[in-house]
Nanobody, 116 residues
Framework: QVQLVESGGGSVQAGGSLRLSCAAS????????MGWFRQAPGKEREFVGG?????AYADSVRGRFTIPRDNAQNTVYLQMNSQQPEDTAVYHC????????????WGQGTQVTVSS
């Protein structure tokens, strides 16, 4: 069982930056694939990116967002740069075991609002 708590959301102007944190419980954090997802109003949830030791990103954020992780601190981050109004959403972190297709563990989400 993994419990996830996000923090760091807020409001920023277009072109600005925010860093979200996701703190995980448990002793085997390094064994999990960590992902970030977002859901904007009226839209389906979408994959932002993930870190399994290597990183992967959605086309919409590649080159602007990065997902570093600190296994010693049981924390994964979402560093968001050059933000645009279309990045406005509730952001969730999630965890899964390698090889699993679904993410069974989710945080409560944190709101990010980007104004033009």
């Amino acid at each position: 069982q993994v419990q996830l708590v996000e923090s760091g959301g807020g409001s920023v102007q277009a072109g600005g930056s925010l860093r979200l944190s996701c703190a995980a419980s448990g002793r085997t954090f390094s064994a999990y694939v960590m992902g970030w997802f977002r859901q904007a109003p009226g839209k389906e949830r979408e994959f932002v990116g993930g870190n399994s030791g290597t990183t992967a990103y959605a086309d919409s954020v590649r080159g602007r967002f990065t997902i570093p992780r600190d296994n010693a601190q049981n924390t994964v981050y979402l560093q968001m740069n050059s933000q645009q109004p279309e990045d406005t959403a509730v952001y969730h972190c999630a965890a899964k075991r390698p090889g699993s297709s679904a993410y069974p563990y989710w945080g409560q989400g944190t709101q990010v609002t980007v104004s033009s």
